[in-house]
């Protein structure tokens, strides 16, 4: 295994930078973003909200929804 500084590193990355952002710039051009296929029924975006009301309420019964200030709070995932 070949080992490197990290100055090395560093100046290989800024090296091929230029070259690798336009390639990836060129690329994104040709594929366009995926739209959703359908649009969601009232019944179903009114279940949708349902579930996410009744988990962010199960979260905040459990403890796991921490109010840090009016308008920040913090969701430990845990």
Do not use: C
């Amino acid at each position: 295994m070949r080992k490197m500084n990290f100055d090395e590193l560093t100046s290989q990355i800024d090296e091929r930078k230029k070259e690798v952002e336009s390639r990836i710039r060129e690329n994104s051009k040709h594929t366009p973003r995926k739209l959703r296929g359908r649009t969601r029924s009232k019944e179903e975006s009114e279940a949708l909200t349902k579930l996410a009301i009744a988990s962010w309420k199960k979260a905040e019964r459990e403890g796991k929804i921490k109010y840090l200030s009016d308008r920040v709070m913090y969701y430990d995932y845990t």
